[in-house]
Antibody, heavy 117, light 112 residues
Framework: QVQLQQWGAGLLKPSETLSLTCAVY????????WTWIRQPPGKGLDWIGE???????NYSPSLKSRVTISVDTSKNQFSLILSSVTAADTALYYC???????????WGQGTLVTVSS | DIVMTQSPLSLPVTPGEPASISCRSS???????????LDWYLQKPGQSPQLLIH???YRASGVPDRFSGSGSRTNFTLKITRVEAEDVGVYYCMQALQTPKTFGQGTKVEIK
């Protein structure tokens, strides 16, 4: 059974850098798209970006200038970096596994990140 | 970006009755392989979203057969034949054809 466990700082000040990591347990690490999705409080789902095991990434155009997704295949982990955060980045952040059909098959438990001065 | 539009946004349902949610995309989601790259997810209260349907009409593992998906190109529908209390939550469609992946606004299903 595939499980995704994520962690990272939950409270940031404006202009700081958001950093989250997701560990993958069970299943192969290669052949999938390791994905970050966020959900502002009370709102819908926003796709942030994805990366494959070889490090090829795609990002949401609206976040591309501030976001980096990376992988550590030796640890079966992937990470999200979002720079220069503002209150608009306050959200529940999910890590997830996507397949080659684009479907998001498995989701992490979510990490609430609050940006406040 | 492909824009996804769901309707209705709120759906009060009676247990045992059917329910239907519509999802439309601003561009065709039909891949050259003949499949439409449209997925449905359910986010139960306080939980992470879970996959219900992929490629428009294929139920994910463990999903009850009261859930069905249909549609092609730009028009899609999720149907529940007989709603149960455990089906409450927010349903999202998502286009998986191209990046950035995009979601519908969500349809909140609640029991009357």
């Amino acid at each position: 059974q595939v499980q995704l466990q994520q962690w990272g700082a939950g409270l940031l000040k404006p202009s700081e850098t958001l950093s989250l990591t997701c560990a993958v347990y069970g299943g192969s690490f290669s052949g999938y798209y390791w994905t970050w999705i966020r959900q502002p409080p009370g709102k819908g789902l926003d796709w942030i970006g994805e990366i494959n095991h070889s490090g090829s990434a795609n990002y949401s155009p609206s976040l591309k200038s501030r976001v980096t997704i990376s992988v550590d295949t030796s640890k079966n982990q992937f990470s999200l970096i979002l720079s220069s955060v503002t209150a608009a980045d306050t959200a529940l952040y999910y890590c997830a596994r996507g397949n080659d059909e684009g479907t998001v098959e498995y989701w992490g438990q979510g990490t609430l990140v609050t940006v406040s001065s | 970006d492909i824009v996804m539009t769901q309707s209705p946004l709120s759906l009060p349902v009676t247990p045992g009755e059917p329910a239907s949610i519509s999802c439309r995309s601003s561009q065709s989601l039909l891949h050259s392989n003949g499949y439409s790259y449209l997925d449905w997810y359910l986010q139960k209260p306080g939980q992470s979203p879970q996959l219900l349907i992929h490629l428009s009409s294929y139920r994910a593992s463990g999903v009850p057969d009261r859930f069905s998906g249909s549609g092609s190109r730009t028009n899609f529908t999720l149907k529940i034949t007989r709603v149960e209390a455990e089906d409450v939550g927010v349903y999202y469609c998502m286009q998986a054809l191209q990046t950035p992946k995009t979601f519908g606004q969500g349809t909140k299903v609640e029991i009357k």
